[in-house]
């Protein structure tokens, strides 16, 4: 086989494939992710070029209603007999309150009367107030550039006693809160106005505050239709319009055929529509042929313009994936290789540079470049002006993002990513100094030396301020620290030895290569101290085997009872019980007595295990044709939880040697293990993996609880993830599933990433003949 070849024009090219190809990976993710976010990207059914059908349409709509809802609300604000009109009396109290969309204007004689503080200012003097500014004086109280209609001011009300000043202050507080607003509210007002009251408008809308339109007062109907268009529309809107809205507050009836409208109308809009009155109908037509010019429209055209960019969205996505993992890779084989030698790897100014100055480059950049992004994503701009900023910054970012990886992976081929750093220097200039000094001169010497030297330095930073001396302290710090971590590395390693030969493994040996001296005396007096342990290792072992039968037999007395129960059980469920409650109660009987029959079970194997008190039956097993019996068993118990299984299963065999009951057994519980402790409505991943020697299982979920406890405790007895205990389980499943498929010389692993747990199981894989032929 021809060899690949590290000619600087290969390196050249991979380098430019993979920038390409980074850039057209950030491209179609920025792509989908826009679409996705305008809801053009339809994931049940991706083919859909209807824009009625999309969710696209459906926010428009949405946007529409609760701004027909917002207007006409706007309309009792602002206009006075179906006007615009700035001498309309405004009560700030129920606008600041949000009752204005129910108030009726005061007449005017009843302002007169008032003897008090009335908060009824005219418009045109609120919105003057509102752009000329206001403020405060020192109590609080707002300066009133406008008198009420009353004729009564804040400040007067204060001075004969009408109010107190927590009243006033309140009062005041509401009132500018109505100068924050009120112009923002009357540029809406204009906007709407302009937008929906014309003729050139796709959608039609019909509010009334009263009632339906057999029984509305026209002075409390809010519409663009003509007279005309009201008897037509009314009348036939929901049968001849493409899409519509109706809401009755009276009868409580809502009729549409805009998905997801109901939801959105009473989460979000109920409470504007009933601050129009207590009688609310709304009616919002959209005519879907789109004749006219508007939001509609030209949400039409740009659903059109893009939603063909889906499917091609989707294949440069995943093109771009492989193409940019595979050319990754390849650069990663070629960086520092030399064309015709093998050994040598080829070093740059760049890689002179400190191990730990890349590392903050890359630190900082990554930092800079997840800034940059995120002002892209949450700016405003069009999908092409997204695309071009991303494919630039991509690239640039990449160009950056090569320059410094390929550094480390040139350092880790030629074994000087340590020996380049600078912590490596500081360690190597003080061990060459303190190496040949006895142990009392050494701590003396570097005890003085260093007080002295740390004294010195933070005079320098206290008193001069010395920005160097400052870098020299942490300097200091941090080989103390380095010293300080290595000693206790060592001290775990001769930690691990003690726990290795407390665990039963007296033959465990210490590696001393590399201690310091007072470690290396301690960890060879440990390395002698095995055959010390031999008799209080082995009366452990027989306590272990005590408790283990103990448990065997426990569970052998209970299985007795328990059985005469279940079939006592069994018996009362053929009878044909009439009473609800009793054949409840028999149910959550015949339930707990099979979980504590589980339990038992399951405390017996365990206990075999434990003690080594299982036998073996070893037979050539095709492991692919027994996870489909075992996908076939569980189905229903996946489908109660919607559970979505993917399985990813080799065409041909996978033999391997293992005791049928018990292999059944370990993929059972994990099964069984997904099946009690997954989310709902999530996908479960099933593979199989075969290799020349050896095949894989795995199975990953989403846990439903948070799992604080380490992977290395699932695999305990009595350990469970689910620490509230809210689900059903022994803590015993993953114990025997390990434990099982140890004995049968596979290996068991358990990880976790989040709230993805994943359990893999290895078994050495053989030839399905060659073990039939053994067998016989």
């Not at 294949?315 to 290789?337: D, E, H, K, P």
């Not at 302290?473 to 000693?487: D, E, H, S, T």
């Not at 489908?639 to 040697?657: R, S």
Request: net charge negative; with cysteine; hydrophobic share 40%.
């Amino acid at each position: 086989m021809r060899k690949f070849r590290y000619t600087t024009g290969t390196k050249i090219w991979l380098v430019i494939l993979q920038q390409i190809f980074a850039v057209l990976l950030v491209v179609s993710i920025v792509l989908l992710s826009a679409l996705f976010d305008r809801r053009m990207l339809n994931t049940n059914d991706i083919l859909d070029t209807s824009f009625v059908n999309s969710g696209y349409y459906t926010d428009v709509f949405q946007k529409t209603a609760q701004e027909l809802i917002k207007y006409v609300t706007l309309k009792e604000q602002f206009e006075k007999d179906g006007v615009y009109d700035e001498d309309k009396t405004v009560d700030v109290m129920a606008y600041a309150s949000g009752r204005i969309g129910a108030l009726k204007e005061p007449e005017e004689d009843d302002i007169e009367e008032q003897t008090g503080f009335r908060s009824y200012y005219r418009l045109g003097d609120l919105l003057k107030w509102a752009a000329a500014g206001y403020s405060e004086d020192e109590s609080g109280i707002l300066e009133e550039e406008y008198t009420p209609l009353s004729g009564k001011s804040l400040h007067q009300c204060l001075s004969d006693g009408t109010m107190d000043e927590a009243e006033a202050r309140r009062i005041s507080q509401m009132t500018e809160q109505v100068l924050d607003t009120i112009s923002t509210d009357l540029g809406l007002y204009k906007r709407y106005l302009n937008k929906y009251d014309v003729n050139d408008s796709n959608v039609r809308y019909w509010i009334s505050k009263t009632g339906d339109y057999e029984t509305s007062d026209p002075e409390d109907v809010y519409t663009n239709m003509t007279d005309k268009e009201v008897e037509d529309e009314l009348q036939n809107a929901m049968e001849d319009f493409g899409s519509y809205f109706y809401y009755d507050n009276v009868s409580l009836r809502m009729r549409t055929n805009v998905d997801g409208m109901e939801e959105y109308f009473y989460d979000q809009l109920e409470h504007m529509a009933g601050a129009v009155g207590e009688n609310t109908v709304v009616l919002i037509t959209v005519d879907t042929d789109f004749p006219y010019a508007d939001s509609f429209a030209s949400a039409n055209r740009e659903f059109g313009q893009y939603h063909p960019w889906i499917i091609g969205g989707i294949f440069l996505l995943a093109g771009s994936i492989i193409s940019f993992i595979m050319t990754l890779v390849l650069i990663t084989m070629a960086a520092g290789r030399v064309d015709g030698e093998e050994t040598k790897i080829r070093l740059y100014w760049i890689d002179r540079v400190k191990t730990e100055v890349i590392f903050v480059a890359q630190l900082l950049f990554v930092v800079l470049t997840t800034v940059a992004a995120m002002q892209i994503v949450y700016g405003e701009w069009k999908i092409p002006g997204m695309l071009i900023m991303a494919g630039t910054m991509t690239y640039v970012c990449d160009s950056v993002f090569l320059a410094l990886y390929l550094s480390l992976v040139r350092r880790v081929k030629a074994e000087m990513l340590w020996k380049s750093s600078l912590l490596y220097w500081l360690i190597c200039g003080i061990t060459k100094i303190i190496k040949n000094i006895r142990l009392a001169g050494r701590i003396f010497v570097c005890f003085a030396g260093g007080s002295v030297i740390l004294f010195l330095l933070l005079y320098l930073v206290f008193v001069h301020q010395s920005f160097l001396a400052l870098i020299c302290v942490a300097g200091i710090m941090l080989g103390a620290f380095v010293y300080q971590l290595r000693n206790a590395i060592q001290k775990m390693r001769l930690l691990e030895g003690v726990n290795k030969i407390a665990e039963g493994n007296l033959k465990f040996k210490i590696d001393t290569e590399g201690f310091y001296e007072a470690n290396k005396k301690m960890a060879d007096a440990v390395n002698n101290i095995g055959d010390g342990l031999y008799c209080a290792v082995d009366e452990n072992t027989k306590n272990e085997r005590m408790k283990a039968d103990l448990i065997t037999n426990v569970s052998h007395d209970i299985k007795t009872p328990l059985t005469s129960i279940i079939n006592y059980v069994n018996l009362i469920k053929m009878e044909h019980i009439e009473d609800e409650h009793l054949r409840e109660y028999v149910d959550i009987l015949d339930s707990k007595a099979q979980r504590l029959k589980q339990l038992t079970e399951d405390l017996v194997e365990a206990s075999k295990i434990s003690s080594g008190n299982i036998e073996l039956h070893m037979q050539c097993i095709d492991f692919v044709e027994l996870i489909y019996q075992t996908g076939g068993e569980f189905n229903e118990k996946f489908e109660a939880k919607d559970l979505t299984t993917i399985t990813k299963l080799p065409k041909e065999p996978v033999y391997i040697m293992a005791d049928g009951r018990r292999i059944w057994r370990v993929v059972e519980n994990l099964y069984n293990n997904v099946a009690k402790y997954a989310l709902a409505h999530t996908r479960v991943y099933v593979t199989v993996e075969a290799g020349e020697t050896e095949m894989e299982f795995s199975i990953k979920n989403i846990s439903e609880q948070e799992l604080h406890v380490d992977t290395t405790e699932l695999t305990e007895r009595f350990i469970r993830g689910d620490t509230s205990r809210s689900t059903e389980g022994s803590g015993l499943g993953l114990s025997i599933a390990k434990n099982l498929t140890v004995l049968m010389d596979g290996s068991f692993t358990i990880g976790l990433d989040g709230d993805l747990f994943t359990a893999s199981v290895r078994f050495p894989r053989i030839s399905g003949r060659q073990d039939q032929n053994a067998t016989d």
